[in-house]
């Protein structure tokens, strides 16, 4: 076989496994959603038949077609991909006591923070950070985001304003929030406040 033979069937081999990738992504979302290939064939204009065989891994489905499935299924397109194999890929080992070192400085406010993690993927961004806070007499930074915040406390304790909601999170209390509504620390009630803050958002 010479290299252009080679190539050729290299390419064939990398477009039969991204097909049953997507197939496969494609049938669970499917069931993970209780509907038959029917119900769903019914839902996108495209056959069950069809559906079967990219199921199967049988064909390569369209743009269109993967568009209307995936809009059938209330998924991004993307999520039909989510099983292809991609050429790079990252992951963050931070060990203990390491990460980058910050500080932030919001008017006269001022709080430290680890970056221990932080992905930006083509559907994603992920951050994790350990922030430390002192108590302070100005007033705290309030954010408003997007996405999903995951909020743990380590060591302290403070007042936390959702909204118009206040929470006081203790040592290991835990706090998940959508972060489109304002939200963050109002108060330390300790010396110091220490806690582990993880947020996802899709990329814009």
Do not use: W
Not at 125 to 132: D, G, S, Y
């Amino acid at each position: 076989m010479d290299v252009v033979e080679f190539d050729k069937a290299s390419d064939k081999a990398a477009s039969s496994n991204n097909d049953r990738a997507i197939g496969s992504a494609l049938r669970d979302m499917r069931e993970t959603r209780s509907l038959s290939a029917k119900q769903l064939a019914e839902r996108s204009g495209v056959s069950a038949a069809m559906i079967s065989r990219i199921e199967s891994g049988q064909v390569s489905p369209s743009i269109s077609t993967m568009t209307s499935l995936s809009n059938a299924l209330d998924v991004p397109l993307v999520s039909l991909f989510r099983d292809v194999a991609g050429e790079r890929t990252d992951y963050t080992h931070v060990p203990k006591g390491g990460g980058v070192i910050s500080t932030r400085l919001m008017g006269e406010h001022k709080h430290h923070y680890i970056n221990l993690a932080s992905h930006r993927r083509r559907d994603l961004n992920f951050e994790a950070h350990k922030v430390t806070v002192v108590s302070q007499d100005c007033e705290p930074p309030r954010y408003i985001g997007h996405g999903v915040l995951f909020i743990h406390v380590l060591e302290g304790e403070g007042l936390y304003l959702y909204g118009k909601q206040e929470i006081i999170l203790k040592e290991g209390d835990s706090l998940s929030i959508d972060a489109e509504l304002m939200h963050g620390f109002i108060k330390v009630l300790t010396p110091e406040l220490s806690f582990l803050s993880v947020q996802s958002e899709a990329r814009r």
